[in-house]
């Protein structure tokens, strides 16, 4: 198995600009869970979908943030404008209902944001 | 409301030497608890995982946990470090959602160094 794909891996964009990540997950896997780690905040969860569907999105820190998975295998997440308190690396994980609970990374985005 | 405390932001170990890197959860329920490593500009990988049953699991590269329900800690050990164990090691409790998907909780993070 490929394990989780995201690209780009690397980012470096200016201020207003927008930015769109992506994710294929683990073939399978009916979870999908974007992350954020920053030194000052460690890893922080953004928003999960379960079967295509956001369920829990009380982690996207504001309306410039956006994510979608329209199919099962593939998510987004979109950040328009972009900011420079947006640079940090962006890991997406994918997980199987049927064993649930071992959440499979991806090697991440680093986003700079100048 | 759940939570994980790693108490050590950074260790050195000398090559060959035992490790011991601490953890602790709060969690109303029986937790599902991880150990996730993450080697500098990669990924998390997954080193071991408890569920339930016998309180000793083992995992990958030669680490083992041990959860102690008593003291609400679930440790990470290695017996001999090698000098590829330098990394930052990520403790995590899941939080279940109602279903069967999991929402995880990690702590801040331990930085292992290994001196030769």
């Known amino acids: 198995d490929a394990g989780v794909i995201q690209s780009p891996r690397h980012e470096v964009t200016e201020m207003g600009q927008e930015v769109t990540l992506r994710c294929k997950p683990i073939?399978?896997?009916?979870?999908l869970f974007w992350y954020r780690q920053t030194m000052m905040r460690g890893l922080e969860l953004l928003i999960y979908?379960?079967?295509?569907?956001?369920?829990?999105d009380s982690g996207m820190p504001e309306d410039r943030f956006s994510a979608k998975m329209p199919n099962a295998s593939f998510s987004t997440l979109k950040i328009q404008p972009s900011e420079p308190r947006d640079s940090a690396v962006y890991f997406c994980a994918s997980s199987d209902d049927r064993g649930g609970e071992t959440q499979y990374f991806g090697p991440g985005t680093r986003l700079l944001v100048l | 409301a759940q939570s994980v405390t790693q108490p050590d932001i950074h260790i050195t170990v000398s090559e060959g030497a035992s490790l011991e890197l601490r953890c602790n959860y709060s969690y109303g329920a029986t937790p599902y608890l991880f150990w996730y490593v993450q080697s500098p500009g990669q990924g998390l990988q997954l080193l071991l995982k408890?569920?339930?049953?016998?309180?000793l699991v083992q995992g990958i590269k030669g680490f083992e946990a041990e959860f102690k329900r008593s003291q609400s800690s679930f440790n990470l050990r290695k017996p001999s470090v090698h000098w590829s164990d330098a990394a930052e090691y990520f403790c995590a409790v899941a939080s279940n959602y109602g279903g069967a998907t999991n929402k995880l909780i990690f702590g801040t993070g331990t930085l292992l160094a290994v001196q030769p």
């Open positions: 073939s399978g896997h009916n979870s």
């Open positions: 979908f379960n079967n295509n569907v956001p369920i829990d």
């Open positions: 408890y569920f339930s049953g016998d309180t």
